[in-house]
């Protein structure tokens, strides 16, 4: 069986565009499930016990980018150049697949103005596809994995999901093709 992790990278609110970073990602990795539990998952913890001295301590961009919730010693350029050789290193030498839907929210809000669905969903479609397309016809099937937030973006992507099972959302502009 596959699993795909995904993540996304900024906010999907089309009210509030930011102009340094109109951009919505939804990102992911596909790997096999019995892998992601044994040799990845033990790469990973050998990595942060190398660096940090644990495991537990979870690598989030934001916190590894702005020093903080334990990487307050990335403000010291030989450990962040070591700890970015290192990351890069494990990087290359792991088995997975990456997957990605990048919407520019201003385009986007532009072209399709009130007839835009949120950018979560439509890439969250566009994800599960690309998913589909890898696991292909094993009869397993896959497990889908997505970072927690609050409770109203969980419920959000509840809605996104069983949207997705029923059939197939509807996308803005389908019918101008």
């Not at 990278?9 to 892998?35: A, K, M, T």
């Not at 992601?36 to 495991?55: C, H, I, V, W």
Request: hydrophobic residues 40%.
């Amino acid at each position: 069986m596959k699993v795909l992790f995904i993540d996304e990278s900024s906010d999907h609110n089309l009210s509030v565009i930011d102009p340094q970073y109109p951009l919505f990602v939804l990102g992911g990795v596909i790997v096999d499930s019995e892998y992601a539990e044994g040799q990845l998952t033990e790469a990973l913890d050998r990595f942060k016990s190398e660096m940090y001295g644990r495991s537990d301590i979870i690598l989030h961009t934001a916190d590894i980018t702005h020093n903080r919730n334990g990487f307050e010693d990335m403000k010291d350029g030989a450990f962040r150049s070591r700890f970015y050789s290192r990351l890069n290193e494990l990087m290359r030498s792991l088995s997975y697949s990456v997957v990605a839907c990048v919407i520019r929210k201003d385009d986007y809000l532009g072209r399709y103005s009130l007839a835009a669905l949120d950018p979560y969903m439509i890439s969250l479609g566009v994800l599960v596809e690309l998913f589909c397309f890898d696991v292909g016809n094993i009869r397993k099937g896959g497990t889908i994995v997505a970072e927690r937030r609050d409770r109203a973006l969980d419920r959000g992507l509840q809605m996104a999901w069983s949207s997705l099972k029923v059939g197939d959302p509807p996308h803005p502009g389908q019918d101008d093709r």
